[in-house]
Each structure stands twice: as structure tokens, then as C-alpha cells.
């Protein structure tokens, strides 16, 4: 039985790598692919990137203001899962699309705008990719399930 464990609280988008995206209300997640129209989408491991509303908290709490979806980068913000606690090849059921969870944290590049902006970047240690296995609509408020 599949298990939920948290939900989308926005879903992300850039023309750009490396810059804040911008929150939009769904998004199609094509298959081996990613988020249609977003810069980090093609044929690779790193797909979709999730960051979890409680890690920008964390960051909120050390001092940093103007913090929102979006301002790390993240495909999809979630929240009530501990997204960096997942093991890799986790299956995700977000909406309407399944994913599989392909690394956990990442290095970040020298100089990139979230760091330059915000001071620090929560997405290396915090952050997770998947790859799309399934293609589907996600939309905010969508549930987030863990396949057996």
C-alpha cells in the first residue's frame, strides 16, 4: 500500500539554470525528461530538483529574509517529508507523474545567484533530484506518495 507523506507547496519554474524560478500553479513532468519549459529538464539523472519547505525554514530561522518557493532553485517545494532521508531509487508519486529519487544533495557551483542572493545554499545537503518515470500533471496542494 502506497503511503503519503507529505504534499506540494509550489511548483517551480526558470528559463535559466542557476537563477530563482518562478512559482506556477502546475506543471506538466514529462517522462525521462523532467518540468516542460524549465532550463535543469532533459535526458539525465538530475531531472527535477525538490527542496522541502521545512529546510527553507531552517534558513528563515538563521536570520535570512526573503525567502520563497523558488528562491533555491527547486523544481517542487514540499512539505511534511524529510526529502534528504530517502533512499536513492525511492518511487514518488507526485500528482499525477511518478519519479524516482537519482541523488541526494549536490555540489554547488562558485559564485551562483541562490548563494550570491541569499548568503547560503541549503540545496546541497538538503536538496534531492529524481528523473521522471512516468509522465503526469502536477499541481499545487498535490500529494506526495511513497510506492511500495
Known sequence: MNKIVGVVKAI???EQKGVIK??????LFQENYGLVGDAHAGKWHRQVSLLGQESVNKMTDMGVKGLCSGKFAENITTEGVCLYKLPLETKLKIGDSIHE????????HQGCAIKQSVGQCIMPKEGIFTRVL????????????ILD
Open 12 to 14: 517551480n519554474i526558470s
Open 22 to 27: 518562478n512559482s506556477i500553479p502546475e506543471g
Open 101 to 108: 529519487v537519482t541523488q541526494i544533495g549536490k555540489e554547488c
Open 134 to 145: 512516468k509522465t503526469g500533471v502536477i499541481k499545487v496542494g498535490d500529494n506526495i506518495e
